[in-house]
């Protein structure tokens, strides 16, 4: 690593820049995702501190809504079951970064 790519790393980013930024990079990170187990939306709710009964709650209405006549075209009905994961993302890289750049004592 050089010194021009250390002097990045160490930059300081506010608070809100950071939350933009990984709102930005889930975006582009889910629009590169096609499918996503259950297993791996499970743990990324489960590390986001989501209750266990609240996602399953709401895998099982996602799951109905799937087995329900298409309302409108696929493409939207993709990009609508896509949010939910790229929500878990962007929760979970906007975590991380805050612990790293606000670390508790």
């Known amino acids: 690593m050089t010194e021009r790519d250390q002097a990045r790393d160490a930059e300081r980013v506010p608070e809100e820049t950071a939350r933009r930024l990984l709102a930005r990079a889930t975006e582009l990170d889910a ?3 096609t499918e996503l187990s ?7 709710a489960r ?3 989501i209750a266990p009964a609240a996602f399953e709650q709401a895998l099982a209405e996602l799951r109905a809504r799937d087995h329900a006549p298409a309302a409108g075209p696929a493409p939207t009905r993709r990009l609508t079951r896509l949010w939910p994961a790229a929500l878990i993302l962007a929760t979970l890289l906007s975590i991380i ?3 790293m750049l ?3 004592a």
Not at 38 to 44: E, K, P, S
């Open 38 to 44: 259950v297993a791996q939306l499970r743990d990324a």
């Open 97 to 99: 970064v805050l612990r």
């Open 31 to 33: 629009a590169r995702l």
């Open 102 to 104: 606000f670390p508790v």
């Open 47 to 49: 590390e986001a501190g």
